[in-house]
């Protein structure tokens, strides 16, 4: 993740948790592949409303951010520590029965993106699945409030995580949705079961 972009989320931390609502509806569809009360671990938890609904639902949960002001925020809100960590350096092997990453490794650069999706894969007990959203689109760059970003389309989503690792099976799924910037923004999302 560029500094520039992690510059931005400790800048506004406060404005990007109060911003974040009611949370991902497509959690609940992870949830349900992953193994009952099984281990999660989420990369770019934000300000931790995705992961309160993953305690929730009764899971073992590993929150991260690369944040460290977020970070703070979502440990509070959820009364546990969330790790400071960035994607590169995940190291678990064969620890997690789901991976979630909700709008956090589209702000991988789209040449690392491989070498991090081999991270989640090796994470991942055997059997156990990962869920990431991106924005979709065919470049790579800034947006107007300067966050990187590596759009991608649904076709080249599919086709990337399929060759960084050996995945029992990959799917995708795209949706119209909103955005911190208040943009209507197109999502599509990949779910790989290691």
Not at 20 to 33: Q, V
């Amino acid at each position: 993740m560029s500094n520039e972009t992690l510059s931005f989320y400790d800048r506004n931390a406060a404005a990007y948790a109060a911003s974040e609502g009611a949370g991902n509806p497509r959690l609940f569809s992870f949830l349900d592949r992953c193994k009952p009360g099984g281990k999660v671990l989420e990369l770019g938890t934000g300000a931790g409303v995705d992961a309160a609904a993953i305690l929730q639902a009764g899971f073992q949960l590993h929150a991260t951010d690369g944040s460290p002001v977020l970070a703070a925020i979502a440990s509070e809100r959820l009364g546990q520590p969330v790790r400071k960590m960035l994607f590169d350096q995940l190291d678990a092997r064969e620890a997690y029965d789901g991976v979630y990453a909700c709008a956090a490794l589209t702000h991988v650069a789209r040449a690392d993106l491989p070498h991090v999706i081999r991270k989640v894969h090796r994470a991942l007990i055997d059997g156990g699945v990962a869920w990431a959203s991106f924005k979709a689109g065919a470049q790579e760059g800034t947006d107007a409030l300067g966050r990187y970003y590596n759009y991608l389309s649904e076709d080249e989503l599919l086709d990337l995580w399929r060759r960084a690792a050996r995945w029992k099976s990959v799917e995708t799924e795209a949706w119209l949705g909103g955005a911190y910037d208040g943009k209507e923004t197109s999502w599509v999302a990949v779910t790989a079961v290691r």
